[in-house]
């Protein structure tokens, strides 16, 4: 069973930096494309980042500049580095495994003004 763990939300003033974590159980891992998304209030859930296997990102554009994907396959784990966080990038943040459409439980990310 392939499960998903994700860890490293929180509360942040405006302008500072989180770091997400999401750590992928089984053999999925090493041949999945992984990606973020996040709910934000009164808004359908929307991709932030996506990252192949091969490493290669790709971001929203409300996400390019600010923040960065990457993978390890050390401990198979996908990151989500946020800087310059705004409150309009508050939400619930969620880790997809992509061919399985598997998601995390979700973390919460709260930027305060």
């Known amino acids: 069973q392939v499960q998903l763990v994700e860890s490293g939300g929180g509360f942040v003033q405006a302008g500072g930096s989180l770091t997400l974590h999401c750590t992928v159980s089984?053999?999925?891992?090493?041949?999945?494309?992984l990606a973020w998304h996040r709910q934000v209030p009164e808004k359908e859930r929307e991709l932030v980042a996506r990252i192949t296997t091969a490493g290669r990102p790709s971001y929203a554009d409300f996400a390019e500049g600010r923040f960065t994907i990457s993978r390890t396959n050390v401990n198979n784990t996908v990151t989500l580095q946020m800087n310059d966080l705004r409150p309009e990038d508050t939400g619930v943040y969620y880790c997809?495994?992509?061919?399985?459409?598997?998601w995390g439980t979700g973390i919460q990310v709260t930027v305060s003004p």
């Open positions: 089984g053999d999925w891992f090493r041949i999945s494309a």
């Open positions: 997809l495994l992509v061919p399985l459409t598997k």
